[in-house]
Antibody, heavy 118, light 113 residues
Framework: QVQLVESGGGVVQPGRSLRLSCAAA????????MHWVRQAPGKGLEWVTV????????DYADSVQGRFTISRDDFKNTLYLQMNSLRSEDTALYYC???????????WGQGTLVTVSS | DIVMTQSPDSLAVSLGERATLNCKSS????????????LAWYQQKPGQPPKLLIY???TRESGVPDRFSGSGSGTDFTLTINSLQAEDVAVYYC?????????FGQGTKLEIK
């Protein structure tokens, strides 16, 4: 069965960096686009970024453009999110999700919590 | 950016009754070359990640009960839940995947009356 397990969250000071990971299992990772979606405490869902199945295309929300970088390692079946220059408004539960054929989000991890606070 | 607006923000429906949730996009999410609407619905229960219910506006994901159905085209979409069950209490989100960024609606909170 498809499994997505995020890790790397924690408490970080404003302006610092953090790298999230998402370990994938149960499907052919290299065949699928992958996304990060976040949810601030008590708020709705915010799409963050996507990487194409082959890593050649990446898109970002305006709110993270230039600060966050998505990448993937198909040998390790792992998705990454490098987050730099973190702000308090980046505080959220970060989910990785698989882009189904058509790019709807068909499987989601349980999320990893990032708290940006001094 | 395509803005997704859901209505109502919250909804209370009696058990066994029908719930109707709406989603409107600021521009069409219908791709003319394949006649598909790039619109999905997700269900999020407290403390859980979202779960895909509907994609292509009306295609039910495998394993989703048939009391859930999606309809609409272009800019106006509806998620209908027939014969509401207690386990359907959740927040429901629509999302467009036609353009970037892939925007979500603000969510509709569904409760039991």
């Amino acid at each position: 069965q498809v499994q997505l397990v995020e890790s790397g969250g924690g408490v970080v000071q404003p302006g610092r960096s953090l790298r999230l990971s998402c370990a994938a299992a149960g499907f052919t990772f290299r065949d699928y686009a992958m996304h990060w979606v976040r949810q601030a405490p008590g708020k709705g869902l915010e799409w963050v970024t996507v990487i194409s199945y082959d890593g050649s295309n990446k898109d970002y929300a305006d709110s993270v453009q230039g600060r966050f970088t998505i990448s993937r390692d198909d040998f390790k079946n792992t998705l990454y999110l490098q987050m730099n220059s973190l702000r308090s408004e980046d505080t959220a539960l970060y989910y990785c999700a698989r882009g189904g054929f058509g790019d709807h989000l068909d499987y989601w991890g349980q999320g990893t919590l990032v708290t940006v606070s001094s | 950016d395509i803005v997704m607006t859901q209505s109502p923000d919250s909804l209370a429906v009696s058990l066994g009754e029908r719930a109707t949730l709406n989603c409107k996009s600021s521009q069409s999410v219908l791709y003319s070359s394949n006649n598909k609407n790039y619109l999905a619905w997700y269900q999020q229960k407290p403390g859980q990640p979202p779960k895909l219910l509907i994609y292509w506006a009306s295609t039910r994901e495998s394993g989703v009960p048939d009391r859930f159905s999606g309809s609409g085209s272009g800019t106006d979409f509806t998620l209908t839940i027939n014969s509401l069950q207690a386990e359907d209490v959740a927040v429901y989100y629509c999302q467009q995947y036609f353009g970037t960024p892939r925007t979500f609606g603000q969510g509709t909170k569904l409760e039991i009356k």
